[in-house]
């Protein structure tokens, strides 16, 4: 579920060839990040799927809103994932 492995940490480089191999090496994992994003995306409708099910159906609210609040959690994951793939993708870094 989680994809911080991947990445090198840029500002952790001694030099500048060191930074830019990092940098490199995380615009080329970013392409593993829409496995992750999809994960996520599965993730955030089951937990907003049983929330709409234990409020509509079993009227335990309190559960309900366990759910509900764990769902806009990964909606946030879920777009701190989509702009980190956009910028090492599509954003102008050399």
């Not at 911080?4 to 490199?24: C, P, Y």
């Not at 994003?37 to 366990?66: I, N």
């Amino acid at each position: 579920m989680f994809f911080d492995w991947l990445f090198r940490d840029v500002s952790a480089a001694r030099n500048l060839f060191e930074r830019h191999a990092a940098l490199q090496h995380n615009k080329y994992m970013s392409r593993y990040l829409p496995v992750y994003l999809r994960r996520w995306s599965v993730l955030a409708t089951l937990d907003f799927g049983l929330g709409f099910l234990f409020e509509r159906g079993l009227q335990a609210t309190m559960l309900s809103a366990c759910f509900i609040t764990w769902s806009c959690m990964t909606v946030v994951g879920m777009v701190v994932i989509a702009v980190a793939w956009v910028f090492l993708t599509y954003g102008r870094l050399s």
